[in-house]
């Protein structure tokens, strides 16, 4: 399914309705498994993951983001809403996508869900500076603190730094303020991001 979720495209219908209900049970560990099978569906096109399919995955990955819920847990539904925001920007807009997910960045237990996550907000960054100016910096300092994480995917480093290269390009004073308003460890992972490739 990582790879080949066109195979489960005839299915998104009934996979939706036993996926609301693993997001809805008490088990994390199933809140976790359901969590990333969303993410892995959310790449297909609306013909094939249609919109009520949408609509249940968000209805049952909502309430997952609160910090009670299983650290590795939450850190998928955070990828499978960026994800489907991404995918689907009808059903969940940049705005909804923003505010609930922004609040629990960076990822700190399961790294390896980094890509889907960054590569949504970056390319938000970039294409719509203004949606995203009220969350630039969490999400600046975000990908600062991450960036020393040797488990994190170098697909997700490299498009860190293709985004703050494009952001450094395009605003630079913008930039340089938001960066100096974060801790030194954020900055200095930003530097390190920045650098990538020198």
Known sequence: GEYMPGLLAPYTKELAALLLAELKCSNAQ??????????????????????????????GLGPL???????????????????????HPQQCPPEQALAAVVPFLPLTDDVQEC?????????????????????AQAILGAMGATAGDSNIPKRAVARMHECITRLNTAYPGALQDLVRGLPQEAQQGLEMLAARGK
């Open 30 to 59: 199933n809140h976790r498994n359901a969590a990333f099978c969303v993410r892995v569906l959310a790449s297909l096109p609306p013909a094939q993951f249609p919109p009520v399919a949408v609509a249940q995955c968000l209805e």
């Open 65 to 87: 983001l609160n910090a009670d819920e299983e650290g590795a847990a939450r850190d998928n539904v955070v990828s499978a809403i960026c994800a489907i925001a991404k995918a």
């Open 115 to 135: 890509l889907p996550v960054f590569d949504y907000l970056c390319g938000l960054m970039e294409s719509s500076p203004g949606a995203t100016a009220a969350y």
